[in-house]
């Protein structure tokens, strides 16, 4: 603490008397939300309390302070919400991972459906004619895809391999994650002995890791080249554990496999006798059986017709563009995305599964593109399902007129509102259908999925 002096003063200005407050709402990170009350210093100003529940009287302790609102811990929850339950994994409470353990998964997907709906009005001002009922999948165990931090604490003597801390400035001391998949998640104490027991321990600030149908995969960014016995060490790791080890000296194109030739990484969809083929760093959904749930929707909504020419756009690695080739007969669809390597997995991919009614295309889709002829080759319906920025550049940019339908797939639900409150009330689509899919189960993050119809003719 010593070396952050405007620290100190701002955590010794906090008031660090536990105080009651009553929790009236939920806010958008998953934290209680509440007002100091009638005698406080600030009293009618708002305050995020992490542990806490609408409908419930808690014991808090201050933890930050701005402007406009306050921040404060549960230290002892009074009087319990009905929709409180206990939570599963020992290190709730202090791990980043997941915040909404405490509260029941019933209830869980209903606060997201709230959130997505709030977001539409509020940002969007739009409403959905109809809400889809939410879809959901394996609520533990399912994340097949993510980083690990890695540091050494001199103080506790221990090197740890978690995620970071709800205070994101630490990593959490963890043994085990129960929404990792089995295979990884009940082993990280060992992962974390592993990395100790390395000689390069200082010097690894990351793992990832990612999991297809028959292999999962860790790859250790290492700062340093990796000494000869740890090497060794991590090949016997991955040997017992049933991992393929790769590293990561540098920068994306630096990873590559420890030993020999590691096993192909893919998993299937089979509805559509689909099967990707991935590299341990490439972006898949990170809920397999979710996926394949919101593929089936996603494909149901677009109600593609024989013939159809249909643009998958942010399409990865094909995860959508594969099955709608498999399900538009004799139509065409074509992919298009911003990641070059990305696009020529992709085109592997289709390859791979005998497709030849499908393209795939790389293109900046926040960035001009009058110049792609992709954009000029006309299309029946859109799929798009963009990173949390939001599609809204190239939206502006496609000639809507031609389409039938617009499925809008989101990670984040402030830049769909955004995006649909421009198409509503700019382009004069309509908004018929919108609803929630928990893709990540006990976390506050909400995915979700739209469907738009073209402006009535006349």
């Given at each position: 603490m ?19 407050l ?5 806010s958008?990170?998953g934290?209680g939300?509440a ?13 995020f309390?992490?542990?806490a529940?609408?409908?419930?009287t ?6 930050a302070?701005s402007?406009h ?6 230290l ?6 009905v929709?409180?339950?206990?939570p ?6 202090i791990c ?5 353990q405490?509260?029941a ?25 109809a809400?889809?009922p939410?879809l959901?999948?394996?609520?533990w ?6 980083r690990?931090?890695v540091?050494?604490v ?8 978690g995620?970071?801390?709800q205070d994101?400035?630490f990593v959490?001391?963890i043994?085990?994650?129960h ?26 600030p990351?793992i ?5 149908d ?10 340093q ?7 060794a ?8 554990h049933g991992?393929t080890i ?6 994306l ?9 590691p ?7 089979p ?9 341990p760093?490439d972006?898949i959904?990170?809920n397999?059986?979710l ?16 013939g ?5 756009l ?5 995860n ?7 399900a ?10 911003g990641?070059?390597?990305l696009v ?7 390859e791979?599964?005998?497709?030849g009614?499908?393209?795939f295309?790389t ?6 593109l009058a110049g ?5 080759a006309?299309f029946d319906?859109?799929?798009l399902?963009?990173?949390r ?17 617009i ?10 509102a955004?995006d649909?409150?421009?198409?509503v ?13 928990d893709?990540?189960p006990?976390?506050?993050h909400?995915e979700s999925?739209?469907v738009f119809?073209?402006p009535?003719k006349g």
């Amino acid at each position: 603490m010593a070396g952050h002096p405007a620290l100190v003063r701002h955590v010794a200005r906090l008031d660090q008397t536990p105080k009651t407050l009553a929790i009236h709402d939920l806010s958008h990170d998953g934290r209680g939300v509440a007002r100091w009350p009638d005698g406080h210093a600030q009293a009618g100003k708002a305050v995020f309390v992490s542990g806490a529940l609408p409908g419930e009287t808690v014991s808090v302790q201050q933890t930050a302070r701005s402007k406009h609102f306050d921040e404060a811990k549960t230290l002892e929850v009074l009087e319990a919400s009905v929709d409180r339950v206990a939570p599963r994994c020992p290190h709730f409470g202090i791990c980043g991972g997941c915040v909404l353990q405490h509260l029941a998964e019933d209830r869980q997907i209903a606060y997201k459906q709230r959130v997505l709906l709030d977001n539409l009005q509020r940002i969007g001002h739009v409403a959905p004619g109809a809400v889809l009922p939410p879809l959901q999948g394996d609520a533990w165990g399912y994340r097949r895809k993510g980083r690990f931090s890695v540091r050494r604490v001199e103080k506790k003597d221990k090197t740890l391999v978690g995620f970071r801390e709800q205070d994101p400035r630490f990593v959490a001391d963890i043994a085990e994650c129960h929404v990792v998949v089995p295979q990884l998640g009940f082993k990280v104490a060992a992962l974390g002995a592993l990395v100790d027991g390395m000689d390069a321990r200082r010097d690894i600030p990351q793992i990832e890791f990612i999991a297809g149908d028959a292999a999962t995969a860790l790859v250790f960014r290492h700062l340093q080249p990796l000494l000869e016995a740890d090497k060794a060490k991590l090949a016997a790791f991955g040997e017992e554990h049933g991992f393929t080890i790769f590293l990561q000296p540098g920068g994306l194109d630096s990873v590559h496999p420890l030993a020999g030739e590691p096993p192909q990484l893919a998993f299937r969809l089979p509805q559509w006798d689909v099967e990707l083929l991935f590299r341990p760093l490439d972006f898949i959904q990170v809920n397999a059986k979710l996926n394949q749930a919101m593929i089936a929707r996603a494909l149901e909504l677009l109600d593609v017709q024989p013939g159809e020419r249909v643009l998958d756009l942010f399409c990865g690695l094909g995860n959508f563009t594969l099955p709608l080739a498999r399900a538009s007969g004799d139509g065409a669809v074509v992919g298009v995305e911003g990641d070059a390597g990305l696009v020529a997995r992709a085109r592997l991919n289709a390859e791979h599964n005998g497709m030849g009614n499908v393209q795939f295309h790389t293109a900046d889709l926040a960035q001009d593109l009058a110049g792609q002829p992709w954009l000029k080759a006309g299309f029946d319906k859109l799929l798009l399902d963009p990173a949390r920025s939001g599609a809204i550049e190239v939206l502006k940019q496609l000639p809507l007129k031609g389409l039938k339908r617009i499925v809008y797939v989101s990670c984040h639900p402030g830049s769909l509102a955004r995006d649909a409150g421009w198409l509503v009330n700019e382009a004069g689509w309509t908004l018929r259908e919108a609803g929630v899919m928990d893709m990540f189960p006990h976390t506050a993050h909400v995915e979700s999925i739209a469907v738009f119809d073209p402006p009535k003719k006349g």
